[in-house]
């Protein structure tokens, strides 16, 4: 049987079926020699090779980024694998889900590449496996978008980032409660926040409510579990009082709330909460997570009472249906990937998972309109089945102590992005402006697409950072995608490389370019430099042949033509942000110059001849480059135009300019 499958894995177990998914790629199945809740399908090593970018996770809930050359061994529980063939090849090879197993890529003892099968359930057991999805193309992102595509439609119960609309709080500037007070949050604490934000002229448009709020009860054995759906006695059981005090005082306009996919870490008291069935489970990890996570119970004890399926959809519409009658307007549903710890006897993980993820959004959409924050998700049997929701958070935490976790923090969410990016909506977690890599993350949030909020706590802020983010009205310069690695370090390892990571992304007038310095050797009495270089041409899909580039950390434009490059060098854990701007009849759009993605503030241009109308997310300077004056303006005024450098800035009165050249 001659495939594209055969071709990059040519000595792989024979298969019992090939489906080619037109116009793009294939689908593998295998019939197994016995009947089990797991299988070690051998693949064999690919094919040639040059380099390789992967995602793999080290704990169930988050995944972790890497990439190398030839001899990059494939870790347990990859789940998304891109090879850079030669003459400008490239190939994706994709861990799926069936109705009974969940598969992912690893090496085996005999150094070989295998697909792991697993139910996770001792009783879900199957001899066939449909597990692998591979393709090839000449253009990585052509390929990734339509391979996520022809996945979405073989799979039958995901779909498409693009097809599913965000939550509107992306576009407002957010404050979560987690790194400010952790679980000791009151009300009186949320209003000594909300006043320092408000004391420093810069207020969040709408907040999360994290783990603190709710009523349970630590146990014995060490997990806390949900004794009630009333909220705890540091907010009077009721949240209304706290809703309309953030509302009325300091204009939030959304409001959402922490709650974990079991209810709480360790589940439902049973004795507290008769109504829903649960059932007292010892979590069981996957052999691969035994050996890199086994310190999972630790933090959250032995045991979990896990709600019975049949009771799930129910649970959340109770809870979410009290949340809304207090003013509620969404929630942040955290550790999600737990549940495949506790399938035995449920059916396997991918089913029991199905039926938590139909009950989680099905809740969120009808008493939220699907406002959802989904959390320590990142399993391919979370993203494959989430249908309604678009949002997730796509690395692992902000951790303040840690330096080495600040790079690698950009690199996952940006790498996360490129595959599973085409799912969901990649969220790159909360910051802390005031923190010595405040502005390295603020750096990243700007042009990454996602939200934009942080955990600061009173009195802890750097206002002007969080001015070059957030507008004067709380929205966000939000760029219009998903920023994910250039073609240049798309298959490079910014972390233990001395390489930059490169994001691009766009805006409606021009893209945005982000370079950070990820790199942090522990044991180095000076951290390294990186060199690195940019160009228009970075940008992908961004039209035109001449350019103005304007780099934010310099506050400098120059012109450039696409195939132009510009060396930069990169301070240890340093960044810089470029907006690249085409240039259209003489004029080029670079936007708001103070903030970190310029063009952001756009929200839309259309262009019809001399007759240019824009529209602005606030008021404020716009910057230009023009080789003439408007010969008229309406919604603003032109402050100043330098004949000869072209440099024009407008002074926007209002969000509707409509410019006569």
Known sequence: MSSLFNSLFPVAKAVDDIRDLTPLGEVITWKTDS?????????????????????????????????????????PETQFLFLQMASDRFALVVPLIDDLFRCSLQTGENGQVELWAESGDTGAVGDKVTGLYVAEGDDPYRLVEEGARAVAEFLGRARLRREKPLPPFVDLFGWCTWDAFYKEVSQEKVREGLQSF??????????VLDDGWQ??????????????????????????????????????????????FTGYWGGLDAEAM??????????????????????????????????????????????HRLLRSQGVDGVKVDVQTQIETLAEGFGG????????????????????????????????DVIYQTAASSLTRSSDDFYPNKPKSHGRHLVANALVGVWFGQFIHPDWDMFQSAHPMGAFHAAGRAISGGPVYVSDKPGAHDFELLKKLVLPNGRVPRAKDVAIPTRDTLFQDPIEEPVALKVFNRNAANG??????????????????????????DVEGLEGEAFVVYTHMERRWRRMNRADREPLRLAPQGYEVVTVAPVWDGVAVIGAPDLFNSGGVIENLSRRGNRWECQLKSEGA???????????????????HDRESGELVLQASQCDLVILW
């Not at 949900?226 to 309309?244: I, R």
């Open 35 to 75: 009947v089990g809740d797991s299988h070690a399908i051998e693949l064999g090593a690919p094919a040639s090779f040059e380099r390789a970018s992967l995602c793999h996770r080290t704990q169930p809930f988050w995944m972790s980024p890497k990439a190398g050359g030839p001899e990059l061994v494939i870790p």
């Open 198 to 207: 408000r004391d420093g002229g810069v207020q969040p448009r709408y907040l």
């Open 215 to 260: 009523s349970y009860e630590m146990f014995p054995t060490g997990e806390g579990r949900l004794t009630g759906l009333a909220p705890n006695k540091k907010f009077g059981g009721d949240l209304s009082e706290t809703v309309s005090m953030s509302r009325e005082e300091f204009g939030i306009e959304q409001f959402l709330v922490w709650h974990a």
């Open 274 to 319: 008769p109504g829903y069935r649960t059932r007292r489970m010892k979590r069981k990890l996957s052999p691969s997570m035994e050996k890199t996570a086994p310190w999972l119970n630790q933090p959250w004890g032995a045991y979990v009472a896990t709600i019975d399926p049949e009771d799930i959809a129910r649970f959340f519409h109770d809870y």
């Open 349 to 380: 993980r991918v089913k029991l998972m199905q039926r938590y993820r139909e009950a989680l959004e099905g809740a969120a959409q009808v008493h939220f309109q699907g406002n959802l924050i989904n959390c320590m998700a990142l399993s391919n």
């Open 512 to 537: 945005v370019l982000g370079l950070f310095n990820c790199r942090y050797i522990e044991e180095a009495e000076t951290q390294p430099s990186v060199e690195t270089d940019f160009g228009p041409a």
């Open 622 to 640: 716009i910057l230009l480059i023009a080789d003439r004056e408007p010969a008229s303006l309406e919604g603003g005024v032109v402050e100043r």
